[in-house]
């Protein structure tokens, strides 16, 4: 699935998660994690429920420039 990068390591996975959308067709300096994303996600957290799963979020916060208010 793209914009989910899924590594095990021993007793930990990790679950990468790029909130930027890469077709550009939603405002990406708010983030846009899309259904099929979000279904994945769910999925592959189900799938190692016996594990210390950490997710982490990946975000350009800026669309035009360096500068872009966050909100």
């Known amino acids: ?5 899924v590594w095990r390591d021993g007793p930990c996975v990790y679950f990468g998660i790029d909130s930027g959308d890469p077709l550009d067709k939603q405002i990406s300096a708010r ?6 994303l979000a ?12 594990k210390t799963r950490i997710a982490f979020l990946h ?13």
């Not at 699935?1 to 990068?5: K, S």
């Not at 983030?31 to 099929?36: A, D, H, L, T």
Request: net charge negative; charged share 25%; proline share 3%.
């Open 59 to 71: 975000h350009y916060p800026f669309t035009e420039g360096f500068f872009i208010k966050l909100l």
């Open 39 to 50: 279904s994945d996600l769910k999925e592959s957290l189900e799938n190692y429920a016996g």
């Open 1 to 5: 699935m793209d914009g989910l990068g």
């Open 31 to 36: 983030g846009y994690i899309s259904k099929k």
